[in-house]
């Protein structure tokens, strides 16, 4: 008999979640379509005079990742919980903490990091200072975690209702809101030639933070979602 | 090791006055029962009796209002880190877009693999030989439930909850849940599963639990 240990536990479930991704992989396209189009919007409604855009663009791409990540959240543990998987996943003998770090890091990949990938073209859209573009790039890839991470937890607690998307935006974007300032605080303070360092270390340290944290309290809002 | 004085051997699984209440309404209980090593016992219950409830409550899902469960003579809490419990649910847990050997080796991972078999092996065995690299969204609901049993073969459990098992399968299939249910108690395994009734045993008359609503 092999029991295998909560590595491999691990291991599996990143293999099967990545196959699946992979089988659906027009879907990992579509976060990056909405952001797209949202930027899109902007100088629709503003105007293409590039100075004011310049002056918005890095906010505008901010809130923009943010809602593109918002609307992907949903599909984190639906699909596993309504085939069963995530009874399954709660029965394991392995740590449940583990096994949800593992799909959320899956979720980060496949929705969150196109997204990082896709805004040097975003700010291309909006004539974001080229020296800016790096801070907006580091603040992304700090903050895209943080908000997988912190959206997991909301997710977990309304996973057991149906049509849950308002509410779970109601829970998730308060939760939102210091990521999206430390992150917006970054670019504003590089664009303005100010030192940026220190937002870009508080974001640092609430994910790593989070990355402690968010896979217990997840955990613990399956185990009342579930029941 | 402690021997109780007349030497009884511990069973499987022992329920002592157990009551599960949903919103301060009980819905089963008390039952107590004992399940030992190659038994397989039916609960029945009409609809609404609480069979999966049961069940749920068996494995750890849901925490019951009062009494103990005891696993192999501890109490519940240590089997969820044991490997020692397969849950059947309504609910297969397979993905449509993965084949049916990449579902089952999903399942090796998550739960451990019993020796001497493979998910080939184990395909074979629940008749879906030549199935292993169809999507399982392309299975039937009956064949779906054959590579869920086929799951129960892989995973080292030695207590079974299986909650209607028979739903979704035709005449071999029924057959074949009691051929995989004679093989796993006579391994030393032990079941416990649910039926409205509808099914009776091809072999021998197995011990049955009546579950009935709470006035």
Redesign the interface.
């Known amino acids: 008999m092999r029991y295998g240990t909560a590595a491999s536990a691990c291991f599996a479930l990143l293999r099967r979640d990545l196959l699946l991704s992979w089988r659906r992989r027009g879907d990992a396209l579509n976060p990056v379509l909405f952001a797209l189009i949202v930027v899109t919007l902007f100088p629709l409604a503003l105007g293409p005079e590039p100075n004011q855009l310049a002056r918005i663009a890095a906010g505008v791409i901010l809130v923009a990742v943010l809602i593109a990540g918002l609307l992907a959240l949903d599909t984190l543990f639906r699909g596993d919980y309504e085939d069963g998987t995530l009874e399954q996943l709660v029965l394991s003998p392995h740590p449940l903490p583990l096994l949800l770090a593992s799909k959320i890091l899956v979720h980060w990949l496949i929705t969150a990091v196109p997204l990082v990938l896709a805004a040097p073209l975003l700010a291309a859209m909006l004539y974001l200072p080229a020296d800016v573009l790096p801070v907006l790039i580091a603040a992304l890839a700090l903050a895209t975690p943080l908000l997988s991470l912190l959206g997991a937890v909301c997710v977990a607690l309304t996973v057991g209702m149906r049509r849950s998307g308002m509410l779970l935006a109601l829970l998730v974007l308060p939760l939102y809101v210091p990521v999206l300032i430390f992150a917006a605080g970054a670019c504003d303070a590089a664009q303005a030639g100010l030192p940026f360092v220190a937002p870009l270390l508080w974001l640092g340290a609430a994910l790593a933070l989070a990355l402690v944290l968010a896979p217990l309290a997840c955990a613990a809002a399956l185990r009342i979602s579930i029941t | 090791m402690a021997h109780s004085p007349d030497h009884d051997p511990i069973p499987l699984l022992e329920a002592r006055g157990l009551v599960f209440a949903r919103n301060d309404e009980v819905v089963f209980g008390p039952i107590d029962f004992r399940l030992m090593a190659g038994e397989v016992v039916l609960v029945e219950g009409d609809n609404g009796a609480g069979k999966t409830t049961l069940l749920k409550v068996l ?5 019951a209002e009062a009494g103990e469960i005891r696993l192999n003579g501890d109490a519940l809490t240590l089997a ?4 020692q ?1 397969a ?1 059947l ?10 084949t049916a050997e ?1 579902n089952l ?11 001497g078999i493979t998910p080939v092996l184990a395909l074979g065995s629940v008749g879906l030989e030549g199935y292993e690299d169809v999507p399982v969204r392309q299975l039937s609901a009956g064949q779906r439930k054959r590579v869920a049993l086929a799951r129960l073969l892989l995973v ?1 459990a030695a207590l079974w909850l299986l909650d209607e098992p028979y739903a979704n399968l035709d005449r071999g299939g029924i057959e074949l849940v009691n051929r995989l249910l004679d093989e796993h108690a006579r391994r030393g395994g032990a079941a416990l599963v649910t039926s409205h009734g509808a099914y009776a045993f091809t072999s021998g008359t197995p011990r049955r639990l009546p579950l009935r609503r709470a006035a």
Do not use: C, T
Not at chain 2, 59 to 63: F, K, P, T
């Open positions: 494995s750890g899902l849901l925490v969820r880190l044991s490997h419990v849950l649910g309504h609910l297969a847990g397979l993905k449509g877009d993965l990449e080796r999903f399942a090796i991972g998550l739960g451990g693999l019993r020796a080292p």
